[in-house]
């Protein structure tokens, strides 16, 4: 369903942002996506959804390739993927029923089917009561549940979250991260890039690490042990760390 | 239609930037239509000059009035001229003496030659065609001299050229103004929906989809400024033709073309503000 051969990007002013990157996601998989801020995820991600090319290698999505899609094929694609950021990207001026509504909008969907399909998407997050709320009268967690719901509208066959819980507390983070493993439940496959190792060690899903753009761990591919060594474990650590003390 | 009311919302959303877009870019019409209206009537006051140029030759007095009428005959017959027409010596002393009124009894029957006077079809009033007539005029053997006062025609082509030519570029100039105006006030509404952009990209969107609102959106701007630049031109002139000198006005072809430019103008203008965002992000 999705595969990345030998992928490598690097950005013109920045330098190598990925090299050599394989590794396959099945149908219905949840996949984390680890490593230190910089390591190369949100790269990953936007290569995915085809925001950006790789320079080297191919990324193949849903039998999209990298090296031959157009930008009408990409347009395709994403209207089959839901993205999820850490900063909700919600538009202020709108409720949160038209948040949602616009994605089927300006994919051009029969009205018709416009209403049932919002409302469905909004009781699958539970915020069905706050269809008519504007964003800034959210929180957080609401927020990030409202662009779950966006995502959701077209059924997507994968979810793909860059942080999904960054921005939000620990209550909040457990209630997304449960949305996020009920959708997985439900067939639709996930890939959450995150440094929240504490959701990287509760659940048991596959984990993909990252490190200066390379992937130092699949845990697919060393069944022997599912976790990040100790050493690179330590590093986003006190990545992450420094990171909040910042 | 979707469209269409998209590029309305946007317009209701940000107001002052809509009207600032559409008066900037009625300015910039409006100096392209001055200038366009400038030119005009330069090449319409050439063109009431350009008729008066003739070819003149003046017969020797020997002239036997049977070949002078077969010479006319077949200069009439030149494709380049319009009409040939005969003055005798007597013609010729009554206009001299209306022209110079007080003077006219200076001149006594006999001192002014007869001459042919040839009148040219427009668009043959060039230097090189006019002395190419009066070149095969001068072959008759009964043509005493003849005069097309030739710096003076010259003169007036250079004129012409020099009004062609700056007309052009000052339009071209203009044009591009008007353009780039259009493309940044267009680009300020772009800059402004930039995360709505974004998030239809991210969903879907095709680019065709996501750029028609600014098309129409510069379209029906460019079309605004146009009418607006159209209706501060009629002003101006009004006020030249009240105050000043008669002009012509522009025919109801040139304004439609003028309104059509604007929205050329404003469709070009957020084609390329919105390309390059679209290709940026």
Known sequence: ?246 | MRSVREALTASRRAPLLSILGVVTIAFSLFAFGLFGLVAINIRKALEQVEERVEVRAFLDDSADIESVAAAMKDIGEFPEVARVEYVSKEQALERARKEMGEFADVFEAGVLPASIEVYLRSGMRDPTTVKSIADRIRTYHFVDDVRYGEEWVEKLYRLRNIATVAGLALGIAFAAVAIIIIGATIRMTVLARAKEISIMRLVGATDMFIRLPFLIDGLVKGVMGGLLALVFVWVANRVVNEYFIQTIFFSREMIFLGVVGGAFMGVLGSLVSVGRHLRRV
């Open chain 1, 1 to 246: 369903m999705i595969r990345l051969t030998d992928v490598a990007k690097d950005y013109p002013r920045s330098g190598t942002a990925l090299a050599q990157i394989s590794f396959e996601v099945k149908k219905g998989e949840f996949v984390f996506l680890t490593g230190p801020s910089g390591s190369g995820k949100t790269t990953i991600l936007k290569l995915l959804y085809m925001d950006d090319k790789p320079n080297q290698g191919e990324v193949w999505v849903n039998g999209v390739s990298s090296t031959t899609a157009s930008g009408r094929e990409i347009s395709r694609l994403r209207r089959r993927l839901g993205i999820v950021f850490q900063d909700f990207r919600l538009l202020e001026d709108r409720t949160a029923e038209a948040n949602v509504r616009f994605a089927l909008e300006v994919t051009g969907a029969p009205k018709a089917t416009i209403r049932a399909k919002v409302s469905r998407a909004l009781t699958q997050v539970g915020l069905a009561s706050k269809a008519t709320s504007y964003p800034r009268e959210l929180s957080g967690g609401e927020q990030q549940r409202v662009a779950i719901a966006r995502s959701l509208i077209n059924d997507p066959f994968v979810l793909i979250a860059d942080e999904p819980t960054g921005n939000l507390d620990e209550r909040a983070t457990r209630g997304v991260f449960q949305l996020l493993r009920d959708i997985n439940a439900s067939g639709t496959a996930v890939i959450m890039a995150t440094h929240d190792l504490d959701l990287v060690r509760r659940s048991n899903y596959r984990t993909i690490e990252l490190n200066h753009g390379r992937l130092v761990f699949d845990s697919a591919e060393s069944p022997l042990s599912a976790r990040p060594s100790d050493e690179t474990m330590a590093e986003i650590e006190a990545a992450s760390d420094t990171r909040e003390n910042a």
